[in-house]
């Protein structure tokens, strides 16, 4: 990793604590960004701002916050901009799925989805553009990042929630990159397949529950032999490569993109 590649760069990545956000922020840093790490277990979130201060290249702050509070979104873009002077980037990686089959779907089981993937992007994707209007034009692009997902192009039987939520990431990107020109931000992002993280443990666990699977561990055997070109699953290391991309400036004159690495599932 070039340890100036970053350097200047100041970026909030929410749902940082752990998964692959805490990956990225490691990542970030250790090439001279300074982050900060959303979350709402601050616990965590402060302890990965720990081991990367410790690192001794980007800083790192964490910040409590429920990424489906405006307020919440506008306080950490605050946090960003009194710790490190400015913000150049946003990474809006918080996400949960809870699978159901479409029969079962509730209004909690949807709103609890649709507001911490969908809504909260376009409220963190608002405050933080909001400041950087407020900061004017630099001459690199600002640029927000969203997360997606295979979901986010792909119908699944036993996730129509998330997958709506996802296509919903899809196209804050490709709106956001239209509506956010005009003031140098670049909107783009990227849509994993199947990551081991603490997010997937749980869903493996969840779609026994709900009569999917029948064995923990099948899910990702299934995903693997029917539907993957490159036959294993991925981790957060095989996430970092794309997301540092998007922050850096090698991505300037890209813009409305979401890039899929999910080991070839989709390829459109
Ligand atoms: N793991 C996968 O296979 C996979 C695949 C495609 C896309 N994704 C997406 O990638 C992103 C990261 O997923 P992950 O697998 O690293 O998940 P994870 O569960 O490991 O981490 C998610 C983090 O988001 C935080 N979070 C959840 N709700 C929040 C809220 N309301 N406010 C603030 N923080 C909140 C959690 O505390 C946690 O630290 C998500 O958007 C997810 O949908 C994951």
């Not at 509730?106 to 969908?118: A, G, H, K, Y």
């Not at 443990?201 to 070109?229: P, S, T």
Request: net charge negative; hydrophobic share 40%.
């Amino acid at each position: 990793m070039d340890p100036e590649r970053l350097k200047g760069k100041n970026i909030l990545i929410t749902g940082a604590a752990r998964g692959m956000g805490a990956a990225n922020a490691e990542a970030f840093s250790a090439q001279g960004a300074n982050v900060t790490l959303g979350d709402l277990d601050e616990g965590a979130a402060q302890e990965v701002a720990d081991r990367i201060n410790g690192a001794g290249n980007g800083r790192a702050i964490a910040v409590k916050m429920d990424v489906t509070k405006r307020a919440d979104n506008a306080a950490a873009v605050a946090a960003t901009v009194e710790a490190f002077g400015s913000i150049n980037v946003g990474l809006f990686n918080a996400g949960l799925n809870k699978p159901r089959f479409f029969m079962d779907i509730d209004e909690d089981n949807w709103d609890m989805i649709m507001s911490v993937n969908t809504k909260a992007m376009w409220l963190g994707m608002q405050e933080t553009a909001r400041q950087m209007i407020a900061q004017g034009p630099q001459d690199k692009p600002y640029k927000l990042i969203n997360v997606g997902s295979i979901a986010s192009r792909k119908p699944l039987v036993d996730v129509t929630v998330y997958c709506t939520s996802k296509y919903g990431c899809l196209a804050l990107t490709e709106c956001g990159a239209l509506g956010l020109a005009e003031h140098n931000i670049t909107v783009n992002g990227y849509a994993p397949g199947v990551v081991v993280t603490p997010l997937w443990e749980q869903l493996d666990k969840d779609l026994v529950e709900i009569g999917f699977k029948e064995r923990e561990g099948q899910a990702y055997d299934d995903i693997v032999e029917n539907n993957l070109v490159i036959k294993r699953v991925s981790y957060p290391k095989d996430i970092i490569g794309t997301a540092s991309f998007l922050a850096s400036d090698d991505s300037d004159y890209m813009t409305g993109q979401m890039i899929s690495i999910d080991g070839g599932w989709v390829t459109k």
